[in-house]
């Protein structure tokens, strides 16, 4: 596609390890004229939820916690006693407790002054369940915002701190991290919304920073050795993975922080006014699948949908099927 609607981001295809293609097109920042790369760092919106799930789980490899808990047992001091004697750490990481959303009028009225986790649990801590946790699926970044704080009270880190040492460096990303968006950080995109003339930067809707809920940044690259780090145990013990990417009656496409792929695989989207991405794991075929995008869903999600519908089955066929996909892109 070209003009208005043509791709503006990074591909990534790699087959048991190896990168088979990777690609960028469109503008990083359309004023001063800089491209995409490969090595431009994009928002990822929730997919930053993996990086977070990681961290709990490691968190509970090591005894620290127990999925199984309300969080009371480790945040005596929630604001909301009914909430946290009742919602357990899983039903947080399987968006199962009720505990709603944080893109709601009061933080559009204090969304520059909300700047760290605990600010968050100050506008949302004395809400009230939705609804019986763990009886039915509702997407709740606020969820995940409290695992973020979870993950503070028990390490004793903060949440940036945890991941980047446990998470980030260990997985050998050395492009990714979670910054105010004032700061200018050299290869970071910037996001392009329509607008009524055009594409506007996506500015005036970005939260303070990144959070565990969403919002840090990443390459496709970086992506990919997060994806081999957790295939070869560098970040959780296979049966912590393993119970991470399945799901269950009542969440049959989620796990706990991770979307349950066909066929085994697994992985999480992202998206807001100016950004997609998607990270596809799908261990049985041996691919990895990486699409980031600074404009509105679901420009990176139909992208990778459709790499999918086209991957060929056998090893031979990888690199054919990569340079198809390259040709098919950039009509």
């Not at 999600?301 to 990888?318: F, G, K, Q, Y």
Request: hydrophobic residues 35%.
């Amino acid at each position: 596609m070209r003009g208005a609607d043509a791709f503006s981001g990074a591909v990534l295809i790699a087959h048991h390890g190896k990168v088979v293609f990777d690609q960028a097109w469109g503008m990083a920042d359309n004023v001063r004229q800089i491209r995409n790369t490969t090595e431009t760092q994009f928002c990822l919106g929730s997919m930053n939820k993996m990086f977070t799930s990681v961290a709990i789980l490691q968190l509970v490899g090591q005894g620290k916690l127990a999925l199984d808990k309300p969080i009371r047992t480790y945040w005596p001091d929630y604001p909301n006693r009914d909430l946290a004697g009742r919602v357990t750490v899983r039903e947080l990481l399987s968006h199962t407790g009720g505990t709603g959303d944080i893109f709601t009028p009061e933080y559009d009225a204090h969304r520059l002054e909300t700047r760290t986790l605990a600010d968050y649990v100050k506008l949302f801590g004395n809400r009230p369940v939705r609804f019986e946790p763990g009886a039915r699926m509702e997407y709740s970044n606020y969820g995940f915002i409290l695992l973020g704080r979870i993950i503070e009270l028990v390490s004793g880190e903060s949440y940036d701190s945890y991941v980047q040492e446990h998470v980030v460096r260990p997985a050998g990303m050395t492009h990714t991290d979670s910054r105010p968006e004032i700061d200018r950080v050299k290869g970071r995109a910037i996001g392009y919304t329509h607008g009524p003339n055009g594409f506007v930067p996506n500015t005036a809707a970005m939260p303070w920073s990144g959070t565990s809920a969403g919002g840090g940044y990443s390459t496709v690259h970086d992506l990919l050795r997060f994806a081999d780090a957790l295939q070869t145990e560098k970040l959780l013990d296979p049966e912590l993975l393993a119970e991470a990417t399945r799901g269950d009656a009542i969440h049959p496409d989620y796990g706990l922080g991770f979307y349950v792929l066909k066929d085994g695989g697994y992985g999480h989207g992202g998206g807001s006014p100016g950004i997609n991405g998607e990270l596809h794991i799908l261990p049985h075929e041996g691919y990895v699948l990486v699409t980031l995008a600074n404009r509105d869903p679901r420009m990176a999600t139909d992208m990778v949908d459709w790499i999918t519908s086209i991957l060929p089955r056998e090893d031979r066929n990888a690199t054919n099927n990569a340079q198809a996909a390259q040709e098919n892109v950039v009509r």
